[in-house]
C-alpha cells in the first residue's frame, strides 16, 4: 500500500453561510457546487445523509459525515484502489472564507501506478475546478494561478467515454 495525499485551500471574501448554502446542494438537482466537465457529476442515493452511497464516474464513496454548511466526509470503497476518505470543509476567517478538501488515502493495486502520473492530476484538476466555480460565483473573479491543461481535459473526456 501506498499513502496518498492532496490537499487544496481557497480564501476569498465571502461568508461561510453563502458558501455552506452552496455545499448542501451537492450530489442534488441544485448542485452548485460539483461543477466541472473534468468528471461526471456526483450522485448520492440519499443526498448527504450519512450512509448514502454514490460518487463520480468509477470513483465510488459514502458519505461519512455530514455537519450541515460546514463540511461533509466521504469514505471511499477500498474497490476503488483507495481506502481512505476525502473531506469538504468551510470555515470563516475574518471577512473571508476558507474552502478545504482534504484527501487522505491508502492506495493499493492498479491505483499505486496511477496515482502520480494520472489520478494526482486529474483530481487536482477537479478540485481546482469547482473552487474556481464557488469563488467566480461569490467575488465575479477566480485567481487560480493556472487552469487546468487542455490535455488534462482532453484526457478526461476519453476516459469518461470509457465510464472511467
Given at each position: ?26 450530489a ?25 452511497r ?15 454548511g ?31 478538501h ?63
Amino acid at each position: 500500500m501506498t499513502r496518498v495525499t492532496d490537499v487544496h485551500v481557497r480564501t476569498f471574501v465571502e461568508k461561510a453561510s453563502a458558501v455552506g448554502r452552496r455545499l448542501e446542494t451537492l450530489a442534488s438537482e441544485q448542485d452548485d457546487w460539483w461543477v466541472t466537465d473534468l468528471t461526471p457529476p456526483m450522485i448520492l442515493d440519499q443526498g448527504l445523509r450519512p450512509g448514502s452511497r454514490g460518487g463520480h464516474g468509477s470513483v465510488r464513496y459514502s458519505v461519512l459525515e455530514h455537519n450541515p454548511g460546514q463540511s461533509v466526509v466521504f469514505g471511499f470503497d477500498p474497490s476503488i484502489g483507495l481506502d481512505g476518505t476525502h473531506r469538504f470543509i468551510v470555515t470563516q476567517e475574518g471577512d473571508r472564507v476558507s474552502v478545504r478538501h482534504e484527501l487522505d488515502a491508502e492506495a493499493s493495486g492498479v491505483m499505486r501506478v496511477l496515482w502520480r502520473p494520472l489520478v494526482l492530476p486529474m483530481h487536482s484538476g477537479v478540485i481546482e475546478d469547482i473552487f474556481d466555480r464557488l469563488e467566480r460565483a461569490s467575488t465575479g473573479t477566480a485567481h487560480r494561478q493556472r487552469s487546468t491543461s487542455a490535455s488534462l481535459r482532453w484526457i478526461a473526456r476519453r476516459m469518461a467515454s470509457f465510464g472511467l
